[in-house]
Antibody, heavy 122, light 107 residues
Framework: QVQLRESGPGLVKPSQTLSLTCVVS??????????WSWIRQQPGKGLEWIGY?????TTSYNPSLKSRLTISLDTFKIHISLRSATAADTAIYYCARVDVDSRDVPIAFDTWGQGTRVTVSS | EIVLTQSPGTLSLSPGESATLSCRAT???????LAWYQQKPGQAPRLLIYGSSTRAAGIPARFGGGGSGTDFTLTISRLEPEDFAVYYC?????????FGQGTKLEI
């Protein structure tokens, strides 16, 4: 059974780059049928989709973050970089596996990591 | 972007009762791309329902999803103590994927 685990600095200074990694175990990133996504939850708030990447490296980003965002992957890891961080980026960041249909359209986030808390503050 | 509005914001019920949670979209969402999640305090969300009405692996039969177009529902029959949590609907029919703001189911 695939498991996801996020890691990265818990504290980032304003204007710096927020960088996190998600390690995938129990399954392969490169196999087809799934994409890999980042989702965040600001304190006391709901869920916000950040973006996803597929096994060939094709990405789709939330327009609200697109100008600052890069998602990449290698053999067993998915990376996120969010440039010019502000206090509004303070959140729990989740990595999730995305089930896709036969046309490679995302259906649902079927497996989640435990999340990693990031605070943007000087 | 498709905005999902969930109602009610908070639902107060007792174990053994049934719950009906609503999710309304600003545009039509195809059934395949509507999902529901449960989140308990301090935990990651868990997929309950995908394709509007298909239960995810390991989800008890008391959880059911329905609806079409712009109106979807999650029903939970015979509430168990562990069902009290926050529930989110989500769509990926149109990019960006969006979530509702959540319904808190409390005792």
């Amino acid at each position: 059974q695939v498991q996801l685990r996020e890691s990265g600095p818990g504290l980032v200074k304003p204007s710096q780059t927020l960088s996190l990694t998600c390690v995938v175990s129990g399954g392969s990133i490169s196999g087809g049928g799934y994409y890999w996504s980042w989702i965040r939850q600001q304190p006391g708030k709901g869920l916000e989709w950040i973006g996803y990447i597929n096994y060939s490296g094709t990405t789709s980003y939330n327009p609200s973050l697109k100008s600052r965002l890069t998602i990449s992957l290698d053999t067993f890891k998915i990376h996120i970089s969010l440039r010019s961080a502000t206090a509004a980026d303070t959140a729990i960041y989740y990595c999730a596996r995305v089930d896709v249909d036969s046309r490679d359209v995302p259906i649902a986030f079927d497996t989640w990591g435990q999340g990693t808390r990031v605070t943007v503050s000087s | 972007e498709i905005v999902l509005t969930q109602s009610p914001g908070t639902l107060s019920l007792s174990p053994g009762e049934s719950a009906t949670l609503s999710c309304r979209a600003t545009q039509s969402v195809r059934l395949t791309y509507l999902a529901w999640y449960q989140q308990k305090p301090g935990q990651a969300p868990r997929l309950l329902i995908y394709g509007s009405s298909t239960r995810a692996a390991g989800i008890p039969a008391r959880f059911g999803g329905g609806g079409s177009g712009t109106d979807f529902t999650l029903t939970i029959s015979r509430l168990e103590p562990e069902d009290f949590a926050v529930y989110y609907c989500q769509q990926c029919d149109s990019s960006p994927c969006t979530f509702g703001q959540g319904t808190k189911l409390e005792i």
